[in-house]
């Protein structure tokens, strides 16, 4: 081995050199040559200058400021050493030491404040901070601790030092088919040290899936006792003895153990579940450990600068920190979504992804009585500074894109619910996010992307910054509104893109006025009543924490005993969902192992029933499921009996297990059923709702809110109808004003049959509202159907024609369509809807990036000379994307004026540019010429 050695005199001692021979150990320090072979492409030493030299200064003299328990002071910071053996790289930079194996990557050792090692030296040194991955393949379970089989060293100076750990895969069917590579980097006047993974699956490798990702520290347990999370998370925690002679509970993880330092809370449960967080909100947390020798406290802290490398996004939740004591980071995993989460890469295909980098950091403070908020408080301003210089320009691998590869998008979201505002609603707070193109809600389950999210500001204004290149879908929900906005077309984002959306609008899921509502969207089961635990279950960090409570253990348990008998009944306008609507949908126990379906009730009056079909709406919206099936049943034929055919019902739903790991949210559900009028009666009637699967105690659903919807009343079926054809560039006219609207067609010259039609009485308000149109049907009440004769319905297969019965007509609807229908030309006049304009705006300005105004169009078509007078003129400095879009402007002339020309002379119709937002390649594909001729 070849050794080089710096000149300075203090280094030139013989013995010290001798030394440094015979162990064969090379020394990187300074300016010195780096050791390399033949096929490492490692970078030459020397100062490193670079786009991240402005976030910390001259790398030599003038590291980045910090909290002085931290760092030493800025003139004396020593440069990052870097020492090679047989065993170990050792790296070292006077505030942190970090021992890595060789070639394993292992993190075997950290040195800190006097502590030879914060790790847990108990356990074998390839178990203290390490990766594993659980994979599975057509052959194959296994479980990769991510023993790597390479070592490399990346970048060396006084300033930083990264280094590679990486095996590539060799066709053993008994590794996991990725090659992957583990790096470490270490920075000049940092306390800890930045680690992330870089997995590549290539085309040649075989069809794998990934299950869960993870990296975990050990610490010492004789030192750190005290575990922090939140604000309102944190506590000394029990020992590993405590826990070994404790009782385990319902499952494996929960752990009933003996107080003995507290009087007063005997016993107490402990359980890792109970300190999951999002991940939007786990960015930080750690252990504090006991004062040492001089005093001092030392913090380890887990710092994530960014959530865009997590799978399913910001709301999923994952394990921090728990009993050990342990420190660690699901980057991935199945926990409150289910088993079925997994990243799934085929035969053939290639797929790259970057996990992390994450940051581990440590500090000390003297130890005082408010030493645990003081290291809490630098840890977070620590994360603080991460996320300010995020995404890191120091990181070597071309796997984590820099900042100058990344683009920006913004815009401005509102909501439309004429029900709750007549204006536009400013999506306050909203959450917008990009992630793998794909339906509302995919993003829930997306695995193998990146995610990029953000919260609106109050009036919705929100900008996503550094988003990664490619294509993406963006999604959007409110608290406070049901459902989920999915933008129309997908965006593509390139290096330097700012991209602006302006105004986009979601309209949110509404057939009528709330007739009464249970709880709030905001896809958890917070506001609910969360009973208090059984006094020897509580874990005593979460007694006054009202956010909290839903955290204790065994609150499943608790609905049994407070409902032994009867099953809940919330009445509307009686009951309070804060205190009489239980948290989770959950069986009831009879006996040990033993339980029964549970039917909830909610009561409500009805008044002025609609008679007709679908006159009602009911909404139904899940924070969580885990193997359930929610029966609706409704109570004019007193079907509180659960063996009665319900009405409606879903399939079998969720596997997120979200109750028995204390969350009070997992995977997002959402349905919708429209009501017969013929199953409700004027005056009080029930809703019942069942949840019959009875497995285990778990089998439940987490309700996030329920609302009942009447139906509009046939005028305002007509209201709508007459927008379609008032002038265009009056679309947007409140409800209000479209009562002053004119009803009937805008040019009565042409339909000389007018005063014939049907129509006419309505709109001269000849007749009430009530006395739509209907079909030719027996003029008697409605036969009331008794659920014993629908056996013999489907014995004689006529049960699907009884579900299109009369009952089912919806009568607003025959009356609008022959409003719509001309005896002139015999046929259904219906122009396009007016706010459908916002619709074609939006189109015009993705494709080609100008938004017309609205006078320029008129229907479907658009006014050509605004579009001659905006793209004609290309200017001499445009890049190819202006290029791209220009052309397709002049390609949309050619066709709609041209080649398609019609009678409108100056209208193009912007169908023909749907065709155009495809590739190129494909528009070449196009027969435009045998289209023209047809």
Known sequence: ???????????????????????????????????????????????????????????????????????????????????????????????????????????????????????????????????????????????????????????????????????????????????????????????????????????SFPATNLSQIRVAYRLQPDKFHYMVITDDIQKAMPTNQDIQNGQPLAYKEAVLWTNQTDSEQKTAVEDKYQYSQDMKDQQVHGWISSPSDDDTRAGFWLIKPSTEFYSAGPFKQELTSHLGPISLIDFFSGHYVGEFMQISLGDGESWQKAVGPYFVYLNKASDSEDTHEHLWNDAKNQLKQETDKWPYDFIASEFLVKSNQRGCVKGQLSIRDEHMSSDLIPASSAWVGLAAPGEAGSWQTETKGYQFWVQADDNGNFVIKNIHEGEYSLFSWVSGVIGEYKHDANIRVQAGDQISLDKIVYEAPRNGPTLWEIGIPDRTAAEFFVPDPRPEYINPVFINSTKNRYRQYGLWDRYTEIYPTNDLVYTIGVSKYTKDWFYAHVPRRIDTNKYEAATWQIQFPIQDLIPSFRSYTLRLSLASASNAHIQVRYGRFNNADTSSRPHFATHKIGSDNAIARHGIHGLYWEFSFDISSSWLQNGMNTLYLTQPIVANPFCAVLYDYIRLEGNCKSRRFFRILYFFSIPYDTCDLHEQEMDLAAPGPLDPSVLTMQHEHRITPLWDAQVSDAETLGTRLPDSVPWVIDDRIIPYLELARLYDFHLVAYDRVDRTIITALVERWRQETHTFHLPLAGRQLSRWRDMVHRILGECPPPKVIKGSGLRCTWLVQTFSHLLEDADEGTISRYTKAYLLYLIGAMLFADKTNNQIQLLYLTLLDDPWECIAEYSWGSAALG
């Open 1 to 203: 081995m070849v050794v080089y050695v710096n000149l300075y005199l203090p280094l030139l001692k013989c013995k010290l050199f001798e030394c440094r021979l015979k162990t064969k150990m090379a020394v990187y320090r300074g300016k010195m040559p780096i050791i390399k072979s033949k096929d490492e492409d490692v970078r030459q030493s020397q100062p490193l200058i670079s786009s991240y030299g402005s976030k910390y200064g001259s790398h030599i003299r003038e590291p980045r400021k910090s909290h002085d328990s931290q760092r030493l002071s800025p003139n004396v910071n020593p440069p990052v050493t870097l020492n090679l053996n047989d065993q170990y790289a050792i790296l070292d930079n006077g505030l942190v030491k970090v021992s890595l194996s060789i070639p394993g990557g292992d993190v075997a050792a950290i040195e800190y404040d006097g502590m030879k090692n914060v790790l847990d030296t108990t356990h074998k040194q390839t178990t203290r901070g390490y990766w594993d991955i659980f994979w599975t393949t057509e052959n194959t379970n296994g479980q990769d601790w991510l023993h790597m089989e390479n070592f490399k060293v990346i970048i060396q100076n006084d300033d930083q030092v990264e280094l590679s750990f990486s095996t590539q895969w060799k066709g053993d069917s008994n590794s996991i088919p990725l090659n992957i590579d583990n790096r470490f980097v270490m920075l000049r006047g940092s306390s800890g040290l930045y680690n992330y993974l870089t997995l590549d699956h290539q085309q």
